[in-house]
């Protein structure tokens, strides 16, 4: 799986966590900035669950690619996981938050002409007060694994 992250890591990259750590599953997103901040080369930016309040911070990154990490509804098995390209995230429209995702990456796009891709995970349990699952937990240390393998070869 590496070399398909090969490309994304090419030249500046931000990665944005988005979600809500007391809502279980929503918090893949932060927790996988977490794991690789420090790890790779990139800039890692725990959004929350408000990502729209980091736009300004993102675009003064002047990032080639951006990379959005998420849990979404991919109508796959909890922990399974899918890198979608922006078209992809436009035409679906999927997401956890109120938040509609069209907005939030076209706006990002206009004020960076960055590449701009999502990383999602499929939840168990968004509600608040849960536990982050196993699998999601395990999808965390196998694509944090991905990201710094694959930054060796960037």
Same mark, same amino acid.
């Given at each position: 799986?590496?070399?398909?992250? #090969? ?18 599953? $929503?918090?893949? %997103? ?7 901040? %420090? ?14 309040? &980091? ?6 990154? #002047? ?43 076209? &706006? !990002?796009? =206009? =004020?960076?002409?960055?590449?701009? &891709? !999502?990383?999602?995970? =499929?939840?168990? $349990?968004?509600?608040? %007060? ?7 937990? $395990?999808?965390?240390?196998? !694509? ?11």
């Amino acid at each position: 799986m590496s070399e398909s992250w #090969t490309h994304i890591l090419k030249g500046k990259l931000v990665i944005v966590g988005i979600g809500n750590p007391l809502r279980g599953d $929503d918090g893949f %997103g932060p927790r996988l900035v977490e794991e690789v901040r %420090g790890k790779i080369e990139a800039v890692c930016i725990d959004a929350g669950s408000a990502p729209e309040s &980091y736009t300004g911070k993102i675009a003064r990154e #002047t990032p080639d690619t951006i990379l959005l990490v998420d849990a979404v509804h991919l109508n796959k098995k909890p922990g399974e996981f899918s890198l979608l390209k922006k078209e992809e995230i436009l035409k679906s429209g999927f997401s956890t938050h109120d938040m509609s995702p069209n907005l939030f990456i076209e &706006y !990002l796009e =206009q =004020q960076t002409r960055a590449a701009i &891709y !999502l990383l999602g995970v =499929q939840p168990t $349990d968004i509600s608040f %007060g849960a536990e982050m699952s196993e699998p999601v937990k $395990d999808a965390i240390t196998e !694509l944090a694994g991905n990201l710094k393998e694959a930054s060796l070869h960037a």
